[in-house]
T-cell receptor
């Protein structure tokens, strides 16, 4: 079951903040976040694990609510370089295969 | 350290033909996953290989198959191509199959079926 991301698209001005949400209908072991710029490969941002462990990008933060099976990615003081499509990838219990959401297109304007 | 290499970068095939895509993972990575990316559908999981064994499979028809060699390189094959198979095919390599390992993606192979 593909996780649902919201919003589908967002436009920001430089310096503004944004939150991208990812919801799953299944229990999750971990949530991964990636960013893909146009014409490029997705690039790893962050992993959030069941139990609270995180690893990833210094300037990006995220949360993982295991009970609600949700994760949120927080982009603060956005920069032009933050533009791209953000994907959450989820690993559900017992499968260890990663299912990605449909993506959130984020554009930062000067 | 070399990244994930996918070949070819672009392909144009005719309906009914078959195609083979190749993925060379980062040295030392034993897990290779394949994804189909189309506008509006995001990244659809095809399958994952680890140590030459298919560990997981997505919801794609049997026309989509893959394999992994002893050097961890992986190939994906699509037989009897359909117009709807036109997409960007991405492979990702990881050190293992654990949920705490990040994926490193290749640039992808853009397949166009005419």
């Amino acid at each position: 079951q593909q996780p649902v991301q919201s919003p589908q698209a967002v436009i920001l001005r430089e310096g503004e903040d944004a939150v991208i949400n990812c919801s799953s209908s299944k229990a999750l072991y971990s949530v991964h976040w990636y960013r893909q710029k146009h014409g490029e490969a997705p690039v790893f941002l962050m992993i959030l694990l069941k139990g609270g462990e995180q690893k990833g990008h210094e300037k990006i933060s995220a949360s993982f609510n295991e009970k609600k099976q949700q994760s949120s990615l927080y982009l603060t003081a956005s920069q032009l370089s933050y533009s791209g499509t953000y994907f959450c990838g989820t690993a559900t219990s017992g499968t260890y295969k990663y299912i990605f959401g449909t993506g959130t297109r984020l554009k930062v304007l000067a | 350290k070399a990244g994930v290499t996918q070949t070819p970068r672009y392909l144009i095939k005719t309906r009914g033909q078959q195609v083979t895509l190749s993925c060379s993972p980062i040295s030392g990575h034993r897990s290779v996953s394949w994804y189909q990316q189309t506008p509006g559908q995001g990244l659809q999981f095809l399958f994952e290989y680890f140590s030459e064994t298919q560990r997981n499979k997505g919801n794609f028809p049997g026309r989509f198959s893959g394999r992994q060699f002893s050097n961890s390189r992986s190939e994906m094959n699509v037989s009897t191509l359909e117009l709807g198979d036109s997409a960007l095919y991405l492979c990702a390599s990881r050190t293992g199959t654990g949920t705490n390992t990040e994926a490193f993606f290749g640039q992808g192979t853009r397949l166009t079926v005419v």
